[in-house]
């Protein structure tokens, strides 16, 4: 069973005036022609005939177990799942105030009804609502209400034909046989439906003819026997609610006691929080002041890593250049030690052009002395050679081109 939650009619959670109130519309709606019927809002499906439908799974369920008659549809009231021209009365009871498109529950109704099916549409007099419930709030379930005049031209704006009745809670003196033949009514419309708690609409395509005064008297209408019972119930869970009173005063007195060691617990542990969260404090400035020198740290060893890098790209260029050099030396040493043989062998061809040279220097010396007394003798020889020439018998033998030419 769905959990009453003080908005859906749940027959047994619900006291015997609410139900009755809800009741009595399926009651006034067997005054029309039944015909194929279909329910919006069916809720618990007390008062469906042949269709219902209900937005609420869990309602349906519990429908569906109660009333097995009848068919049970989840569907919205706002598009409903049926042909054109379907049914001859609908009924839509506290259904039309909980829709944001109540203006397409009319337009849907109308499309399914027959030419001259009914539908027959409640809602609360929002006037009267919200004085009922001014000490509660507006209905958080409600999504529009109405007033009179403008639940009136609601109707009109969709149906042509429209009537309209106000529905009351009213108080009556009950002549009741045990037996009863027939019944006889005595009763006055309302002059001013504008205050009435409900308001109740017949519409249709076609004439409506119906329009006649209705009241319902359910078997339990002893009203005044029901409000003294009420009263005595009322009473009872007073006195259980007194008893809970003590015992919850009783309760909040040891409360308060416990609240009390509990406070001054507290604020003992507030003043040792107090010296805990400045100690904290403490600790979070050296924390920020380590946080602080670890990132002038980390810096530091950031720029370190970077410089180490450089340094370990110079010792790899370095160690790569050292070992260019050592195949050059290694080549030069080669090279080093060839012209220290070539050396050594040159030195030895010296050594024996220096004893050569000086062999040589003492063969020239002797030439020298040879040439110096070739000079000598050739000097010796000029001298001769001027003396002849200056002979007066040579000079006679060249005037003659007689004699040897000097």
Partial sequence: MPEFTGERVIPGLVDSDLFNEHLARYRFAGRFPQGRTLDLGCGAGYGTCDIGIDVSHEALQDARTGFPQARFVQASAETLPFADETFDLITAFEVIEHLDRW????SEANRVLKPAGILLVSTPNKSYYAEMRAKTGPNPFHRHEFDFAEFEA????AFPHVRIWAQNHSSAIVFAPLNPGTSA?????DPQPESAHFFLAACSRGEIAYADLYAWMPTSANVLREREQHIARLEGELAQKDEWLAQ?????AKLHEAHEKALADVIARSVWAEKASQQVRERDRTILDLQDEAEERLTWAR?????TAELETSIAAAYSEIERLGHELHARTAWARSLEQQLETRTQHVLIQKHEIEDNKAAIAHLLDEVAAARKSIAALEAERTLVAQSKWIRLGQALKLGPTL
């Fill in 103 to 106: 203006v397409d529950l009319l």
């Fill in 154 to 157: 609601a109707l009109y704006g």
């Fill in 185 to 189: 009514l005595e009763a006055q419309g």
């Fill in 248 to 252: 919850m005063k009783a309760d909040h």
């Fill in 303 to 307: 720029s370190l890593e970077a410089r």
